[in-house]
């Protein structure tokens, strides 16, 4: 009798996810066994994590349980660090491994799927590290969404100016997708709630957006991008394109261009980087550190290695010589055709290419703005923010996290916003701390 192949699945992000939803649905029962290694037990749907932090959708809407929806695969909680596919093994540090003494555990694999993602590419910026608020994870944008209300709280509370002025001063480094929706859905949030502030008001607030190059939002292409700029700087956002973050420390973002905002908010969406799992990997590699892969979703030149989205460069047939963007439009079809070709490989059959034209992109600039360019039309406004939303829920994975995410779109519509900050969850024991007469934690904010 055949012994079941061993998948193993690296990653839980969108493609990990999706290939290891389409293999456990289109495998055979006794066919393969389908481990999935994974950080967090959910996916996070990143497209959402601006809404989440505006407070139009809540966190736990932003997520999808893992264990819920992968019913057929064994996940492991924990992290991958090193790769022997010469013996088809991987080392993994799981969430007991440094608590019990063990190390890392060996997982034995067949086939290996490579799709662990990406993290924050940082720069180094002095007090970046110190002071640099992120922008990739839920918990980061509700960490975010919290920091800034805080801060609101801050300057209507004090009376010394300077404490004011940099407390109501927030800057954003990065001028693509995460850096722009982050800004334009808290600007939106903040001016809305400043309504409640007896002491502050919408103009006291004051939103910069850093971007190094010349333009902003380059998915959308320059005629959106610059609207999109008209329409942040209309709202009194001050847009600076090449323009860099020199330092940050001391509370103090100093800028390229010489300016210096005292500010107690510094937001880091400046691009992204392949995960360090690739460079352990031993396997090939490009110039950026992403694998190098065929239009087959295969490694090239390694046998049973497999990977897609962030972590693959992907040659794209539709603009040779180029490769596919590393965005969520390739990556959920990415997964579709990896997990058909790896089937396919397992049963002796031909495997088929990836080949995707670029439908386009959408970015929204908070509640009811927004900026497309899609199959080739420039849609701007409100029907650009709806073609947003739209697209987006059509994306989000399954029809529970689809019809509740809709449902707060329509109850946000109806009712006021929230603007309550719920800071106190970060350091949840803080006060049992103090009632037990320990000294309590300093806040970082």
């Given amino acids: 009798m055949t012994q079941p192949a061993r998948i193993l699945v ?19 029962a006794g066919e393969a066994e389908i481990t999935v290694v994974t950080p967090d037990p959910y996916m996070t749907y990143q497209p959402f994590l601006p809404e989440a932090a505006a407070g139009s959708i809540s966190p736990r809407h ?9 019913g057929r695969c064994r996940l492991v909680i924990g992290e991958v660090t090193s790769l022997d596919h010469a013996r088809r093994t991987a080392s993994v540090v799981t969430l007991s491994s440094p608590e019990d003494g063990t190390g890392s555990v060996e997982i034995p694999y067949d086939e290996l799927v490579l799709a662990p993602g990406s993290v924050s590419r940082t720069l180094p910026v002095p007090g970046l590290a110190e002071y640099g608020i992120g922008f990739k994870t839920v918990e980061e944008a509700i960490g975010l969404r919290n920091h800034v209300i805080e801060q609101m709280d801050i300057a209507s509370a004090t009376r010394d100016p300077a404490i004011r002025d940099a407390a109501l001063t927030f800057v954003f ?39 190094a190059t010349g333009r902003i939002l380059p998915e959308v292409g320059e005629k959106m991008g610059r609207y999109a700029i008209r329409e942040l700087r209309g709202r009194g956002v001050d847009v600076r394109l090449e323009t860099r973050l020199e330092s940050c420390e001391d509370r103090v973002a100093v800028l390229s261009d010489g300016s210096r905002f005292p500010t107690r908010t510094v937001v880091w969406t400046a691009g992204v980087r392949p995960a360090p799992v690739l460079a352990a990997s031993g396997l090939p590699l490009n110039a950026r550190g ?9 490694v090239d030149g390694v046998d049973h290695a497999w990977a897609a989205g962030d972590a693959a460069a992907v040659p794209d047939l539709t603009a040779p010589g180029t490769e596919c963007a590393p965005n969520a439009q390739h990556a959920v079809r990415q997964a579709k055709i990896l997990a058909e070709n790896l089937i396919a490989s397992l049963r002796s059959r ?39 939303r739209a ?9 529970n996290r689809k019809a509740r995410v809709l449902a707060e779109w329509t109850l946000s519509g109806l009712f006021k916003r929230e603007i309550v900050s719920l800071g106190s969850l970060e350091h949840p024991r803080a006060e049992f701390e103090l009632a037990a007469g320990r000294e309590r934690p300093k806040e970082s904010s």
């Fill in 290 to 298: 992403r694998l190098a892969c065929t239009a087959r979703l295969t």
């Fill in 62 to 70: 932003v997520v999808v349980p893992l264990r819920r929806l992968l």
């Fill in 391 to 399: 697209y987006h829920l059509s994306r989000v994975p399954t029809a």
């Fill in 350 to 388: 031909p495997l088929k290419e990836y080949e995707h034209k670029y439908a386009g992109s959408v970015a929204s600039l908070g509640l009811h703005k927004g900026v497309a360019h899609v199959y080739g039309r420039k849609v701007k406004g409100y029907p650009a923010w709806l073609m947003h």
């Fill in 173 to 211: 480094v990065g001028g693509g997708y995460a850096g722009v929706e982050a800004l334009g859905e808290l600007e939106d949030m903040a001016h809305y709630a400043a309504r409640y502030y007896h002491n502050v008001k919408a103009e006291d607030l004051r939103w910069i957006l850093v971007e």
């Fill in 10 to 28: 690296v990653g839980g992000g969108y493609v990990g996810m999706y290939t290891a939803l389409c293999l456990q649905r289109k495998l055979k």
